[in-house]
């Protein structure tokens, strides 16, 4: 790995780092060589990603962050910024979806899904920016989805919440290059994990896979270069970016 892409000297703040991508994402920008606050609503949970990262307290912490809630927000920042000072690059991961047909969904589901997505990431990302202006910059890397760019059936609030992501990624990239902030996004396609295991093992899975024009799943390490390059100077010039890593899903036939 080349100086550019080191994060030595950078404080990371991960939101949604209780499992799945979050806690993936953690594990590189600190293997990468950056201070990192994991936060999420599950703290005990969080326990657990710091104790992956090392567990000595110096390198990694743990703050509670409910993303939907303003208040919890700017807290979250303070207590990670009073023991690794500034957040200089904020991974914006903290997701819900809701499954089922759009017609008999409850208006509490979709609400739900449009909060913690769409409106949390903007918090974050509004909270993250106060904190940088003034202090010469940063990156932020909103985590959205190829369904924010192309939709499937039944994950309407998913979706929409993902494609508002991505509008806001660009709008937010357009008002603050002038503070030096970047904001990209990452979009995966789909990635195994140990939460979705059982539905690619189904018959639904595999032909969703067959859909796939390189015919398998991606892995999470996958995604490391992406982030990576999103997060740190080897991607100085990328602002209002929006990086896929679907294994050409996105460019397969409709």
């Not at 000297?9 to 209780?18: E, F, K, M, P, Y």
């Not at 709008?171 to 789909?190: D, K, Q, S």
């Not at 979705?196 to 189904?202: E, L």
């Amino acid at each position: 790995m080349t100086d550019r892409f080191s994060l030595a000297g950078h404080h990371a703040l991960v939101t949604g780092a209780s499992s799945g991508l979050g806690r993936h994402f953690a594990g590189v920008l600190s293997a990468s060589g950056a201070a990192v606050t994991v936060a999420a609503r599950r703290e005990s949970a969080l326990a657990d990603t710091v104790a992956r990262l090392g567990g000595d307290g110096r390198t990694a912490q743990a703050v509670p962050l409910d993303v939907t809630d303003p208040g919890s927000v700017a807290a979250a920042f303070a207590a990670a910024e009073a023991r690794f000072g500034p957040v200089t690059v904020v991974i914006n991961n903290a997701g819900i979806t809701s499954a089922g047909a759009a017609l008999d969904m409850g208006e509490e589901d979709w609400s739900s899904v449009i909060d913690t997505n769409l409106r949390g990431s903007w918090l974050v990302a509004q909270q993250a920016a106060r904190g940088m202006a003034p202090r010469g910059g940063g990156s932020i890397v909103n985590i959205a989805s190829i369904l924010g760019l192309r939709v499937t059936g039944g994950v309407a609030p998913y979706a929409v919440s993902k494609a508002g992501v991505v509008q806001m990624t660009k709008a937010l990239a357009l008002e603050w290059a002038r503070h030096r902030i970047r904001v990209n996004a990452l979009a995966p396609g789909y990635i195994e994990t140990e939460l979705n295991d059982a539905f690619f093992a189904s018959d639904a899975g595999k032909a969703l896979i067959r859909r796939i024009p390189q015919r398998r799943l991606g892995e999470l390490r996958e995604l490391d270069g992406p982030l990576l390059l999103l997060a740190s100077d080897a991607g100085s010039f990328m602002t209002g970016s929006v990086v896929t890593v679907d294994g050409g899903h996105l460019v397969s036939g409709l």
